[in-house]
C-alpha cells in the first residue's frame, strides 16, 4: 500500500502520481493523508486501482474517474465524480451539491445525505443515497439510476429523459414531465442488486419508482422528418 | 464567488484564538475573492459603546481626534489606532451625535455596538489582517469576508461585513436582483444604505426588521420572502450568529460543530486547521432555511 500525505506532497504530484499508474499496475491500493478540503483530489484517473481519502474533500473530487475505486472517509465538496465513465466512488458522509453530474458510468455510493442538484445530467451512472437527496436532483437526466434511501427534495426528476429514480423515503415535489411509476420485477432486480452494491439496508419493496412521463421531449418516429 | 467564514465559540476557552482562527480560516478563502476583505469580531465589552472608524488618511485625521470629539460630546472618549481604522470609546447614548460630527469630518464609520469590531479593506485577505493584527484579537465570535465585487466598486466601503445596526454585521456570497428597490423601501423607513453595495441592502434590511422588534431569526426568514436574487448570508449580532441561504442555493456553505463552536465556511478547506474538525458533525445548510446560534 502507497501512503501520500497531502501536508508534504502538492495536489498535481499526487494527481499525476495517481493518473499515472497503468492498467497492469501492482500498485493497487492508496491512502490520501490531510486532504483537508483539497479541490480536484483523484481525479482523472484511469486504472484499476483502490483510493482511499482519509478525510474531507472540495470540490470534483474523483472527477472523470474510470475503472477506479475512489473512498471518502469524510464528506465531499460540490461536484464529486462529476462525469464518472466507470469505477466507483464511496462517500462516507455527505455530498454536497450536484453529485455525480454528468456521469457516464460507474458507480457512486453517498452514505450521508447529498444536497441539491444530485445526479443533474447523468448520462448512465448509478447512484446510491443512504441519506436524502436535495432539490433539482436527477434534472435532465438521461439515463442510469438514482436510487434514494431517504427523502428527495422538491423539482425530483425536472425535464427528465430516460434515468429511472426509485426513493424510498417521500417526495417533496415532481418535477415537470416526472412522474411515479409502476415497480415492475424489472425494476426490482436493478435496485436489489444496486442496494447490495451500495451496502444499503433496504429492501426493493420499500422503494417507488419514477420516471419521464416522455410529454417534454419527444423522439416520436411519427415527427422524424420534422427534426 | 466571495469567501464567507464565521466561528462562533460556545466555551471561554479558545476566546483568546479567535482572531487567529479567523484568520486561517479567511486566508484559505482567498482564491474565492481578491478584490478586499474584512473581519467583524465581537470581542470584550468594556461596558462602553465602541465605534470602528476608518479614515485613507489615518495620521492627519486621527490625530488628536479623541480629545476633539470629546470636547463635542462633552465626555470622556478613547481612541485606539490600528492602522486605516480606530477604535473610540465614547459615551453611552452619542452614536448619532458622534456620527454627525465624524461625517462632517469625512471620516468613516465601519461598525458601533458594545462588543463589535469591524476591521476591512482592499485587498487580500493576508494583507489586511496583518494590517490590523487580526490574529491578535479574541472574542466570542467573528466573521469575515473575502470579496470578489460584482454590485459595486472595490473601496473600504464596498468591502464586507456590513453593520448597519448596533453590533450587527452581515456578509454576503451572491448578487441580489431586487436591491435598488429595497433601497428605496428602506430609505422611507429610515434605514437609508450609504452605498450603491446590494449586500449593504440586506444588513439594513435586517436592521429594519430587529429594529421593528423582530427577532434575528424572523428577520432572516424575511429575507427569503423579501430579497431576490442569490446569497448566503451569515449574520452576527451582540450574542448570536445566523446563517440563511436563499431557495436555489447555489452559492456554496458548510458547516461543523463541536463541543466547543459552530463554524462556517464556504468551502471544507476553511475548517482545516480548527481544533477536533477531524470529529466534528460536518454539514450543508439546507436552502431556505434559517440557523442560529445564540450564547
Redesign the interface.
Known amino acids: 500500500m502507497q501512503t501520500i500525505d497531502m501536508a508534504v506532497t502538492p495536489l498535481r504530484d499526487l494527481n499525476a502520481t495517481l493518473q499515472t499508474q497503468a492498467g497492469q499496475t501492482n500498485q493497487t491500493a492508496w491512502v490520501i493523508e490531510n486532504p483537508?478540503?483539497?479541490?480536484a483530489l483523484a481525479v482523472g484517473l484511469d486504472a484499476p486501482i483502490e483510493v482511499t481519502v482519509k478525510?474531507?474533500?472540495?470540490?470534483y473530487c474523483a472527477g472523470m474517474n474510470k475503472q477506479a475505486t475512489v473512498h471518502v472517509t469524510?464528506?465531499a465538496?460540490?461536484g464529486v465524480a462529476e462525469n464518472m465513465m466507470s469505477g466507483t466512488v464511496v462517500i462516507e458522509?455527505?455530498a454536497?451539491?450536484y453529485a455525480g453530474a454528468t456521469g457516464h458510468g460507474g458507480l457512486l455510493v453517498i452514505k450521508g445525505?447529498a444536497?441539491?442538484r444530485c445526479g443533474i445530467s447523468m448520462k448512465g451512472i448509478d447512484i446510491v443515497v443512504h441519506g436524502n437527496v436535495?432539490?433539482m436532483s436527477a434534472f435532465m437526466a438521461q439515463s442510469g439510476n438514482l436510487v434514494v434511501c431517504g427523502d428527495a427534495g422538491d423539482a425530483l426528476g425536472d425535464s427528465l429523459y430516460e434515468a429511472r429514480l426509485f426513493v424510498r423515503g417521500s417526495v417533496k415535489s415532481l418535477g415537470a414531465d416526472c412522474i411515479e411509476k409502476e415497480m415492475r420485477p424489472e425494476h426490482l432486480e436493478i435496485l436489489r442488486d444496486l442496494l447490495a452494491r451500495a451496502g444499503a439496508e433496504a429492501r426493493p419493496e420499500e422503494f417507488r419508482r419514477y420516471g419521464s412521463a416522455r410529454q417534454l421531449y419527444n423522439f416520436h418516429v411519427d415527427h422524424a422528418g420534422a427534426y | 464567488m466571495c469567501g464567507i467564514v464565521g466561528l462562533f465559540l460556545k466555551k471561554d476557552e479558545l476566546r483568546p484564538q479567535l482572531g487567529d482562527l479567523l484568520t486561517d480560516m479567511l486566508i484559505t478563502m482567498t482564491d474565492r475573492g481578491p478584490d478586499s476583505a474584512g473581519i467583524a469580531i465581537y470581542g470584550d465589552e468594556g461596558g462602553t459603546l465602541k465605534m470602528t472608524v476608518q479614515s485613507d488618511t489615518p495620521a492627519t485625521s486621527f490625530a488628536g481626534l479623541d480629545a476633539a470629539l470629546s470636547a463635542a460630546l462633552g465626555a470622556p472618549v478613547t481612541m485606539r489606532v490600528i492602522d486605516t481604522h480606530a477604535v473610540l470609546t465614547l459615551p453611552e447614548g452619542s452614536d448619532a451625535a458622534a456620527r454627525s460630527w465624524l461625517a462632517e469630518r469625512g471620516i468613516r464609520v465601519m461598525g458601533s455596538g458594545h462588543a463589535m469590531e469591524i476591521f476591512k479593506e482592499v485587498g487580500l485577505p493576508r494583507d489586511v489582517a496583518a494590517r490590523f493584527g487580526i490574529r491578535g484579537m479574541g472574542g466570542s465570535h467573528g466573521i469575515g469576508h473575502t470579496r470578489m465585487a460584482t454590485e459595486s466598486a472595490v473601496t473600504t466601503l464596498g468591502a464586507h461585513p456590513f453593520s448597519t445596526g448596533a453590533d450587527q454585521c452581515l456578509v454576503h456570497n451572491g448578487s441580489l436582483s431586487n436591491h435598488n428597490q429595497m433601497r428605496r423601501v428602506l430609505t422611507a423607513k429610515g434605514f437609508a444604505p450609504q452605498t450603491q453595495n446590494d449586500t449593504e441592502v440586506a444588513a439594513c434590511y435586517i436592521s429594519s426588521r430587529l429594529a421593528e422588534g423582530a427577532s434575528l431569526g424572523a428577520a432572516l426568514e424575511g429575507t427569503l420572502e423579501d430579497l431576490d436574487g442569490f446569497f448566503t448570508f451569515v449574520v452576527g449580532t451582540r450574542t448570536g450568529f445566523g446563517v440563511v441561504r436563499d431557495p436555489i442555493a447555489c452559492k456554496p456553505a458548510v458547516m461543523a460543530e463541536t463541543e466547543d463552536y459552530v463554524a462556517f465556511g464556504s468551502e471544507y478547506r476553511a475548517f482545516a486547521k480548527l481544533p477536533g474538525i477531524d470529529t466534528a458533525r460536518v454539514w450543508e445548510p439546507e436552502p431556505a432555511t434559517v440557523y442560529f446560534w445564540e450564547r
Not at chain 1, 36 to 39: D, F, N, S, T
Open positions: 483537508r478540503g483539497a479541490h478525510g474531507s474533500t472540495g470540490y469524510g464528506s465538496g460540490p458522509g455527505d454536497s451539491q445525505n444536497a441539491s436535495g432539490h
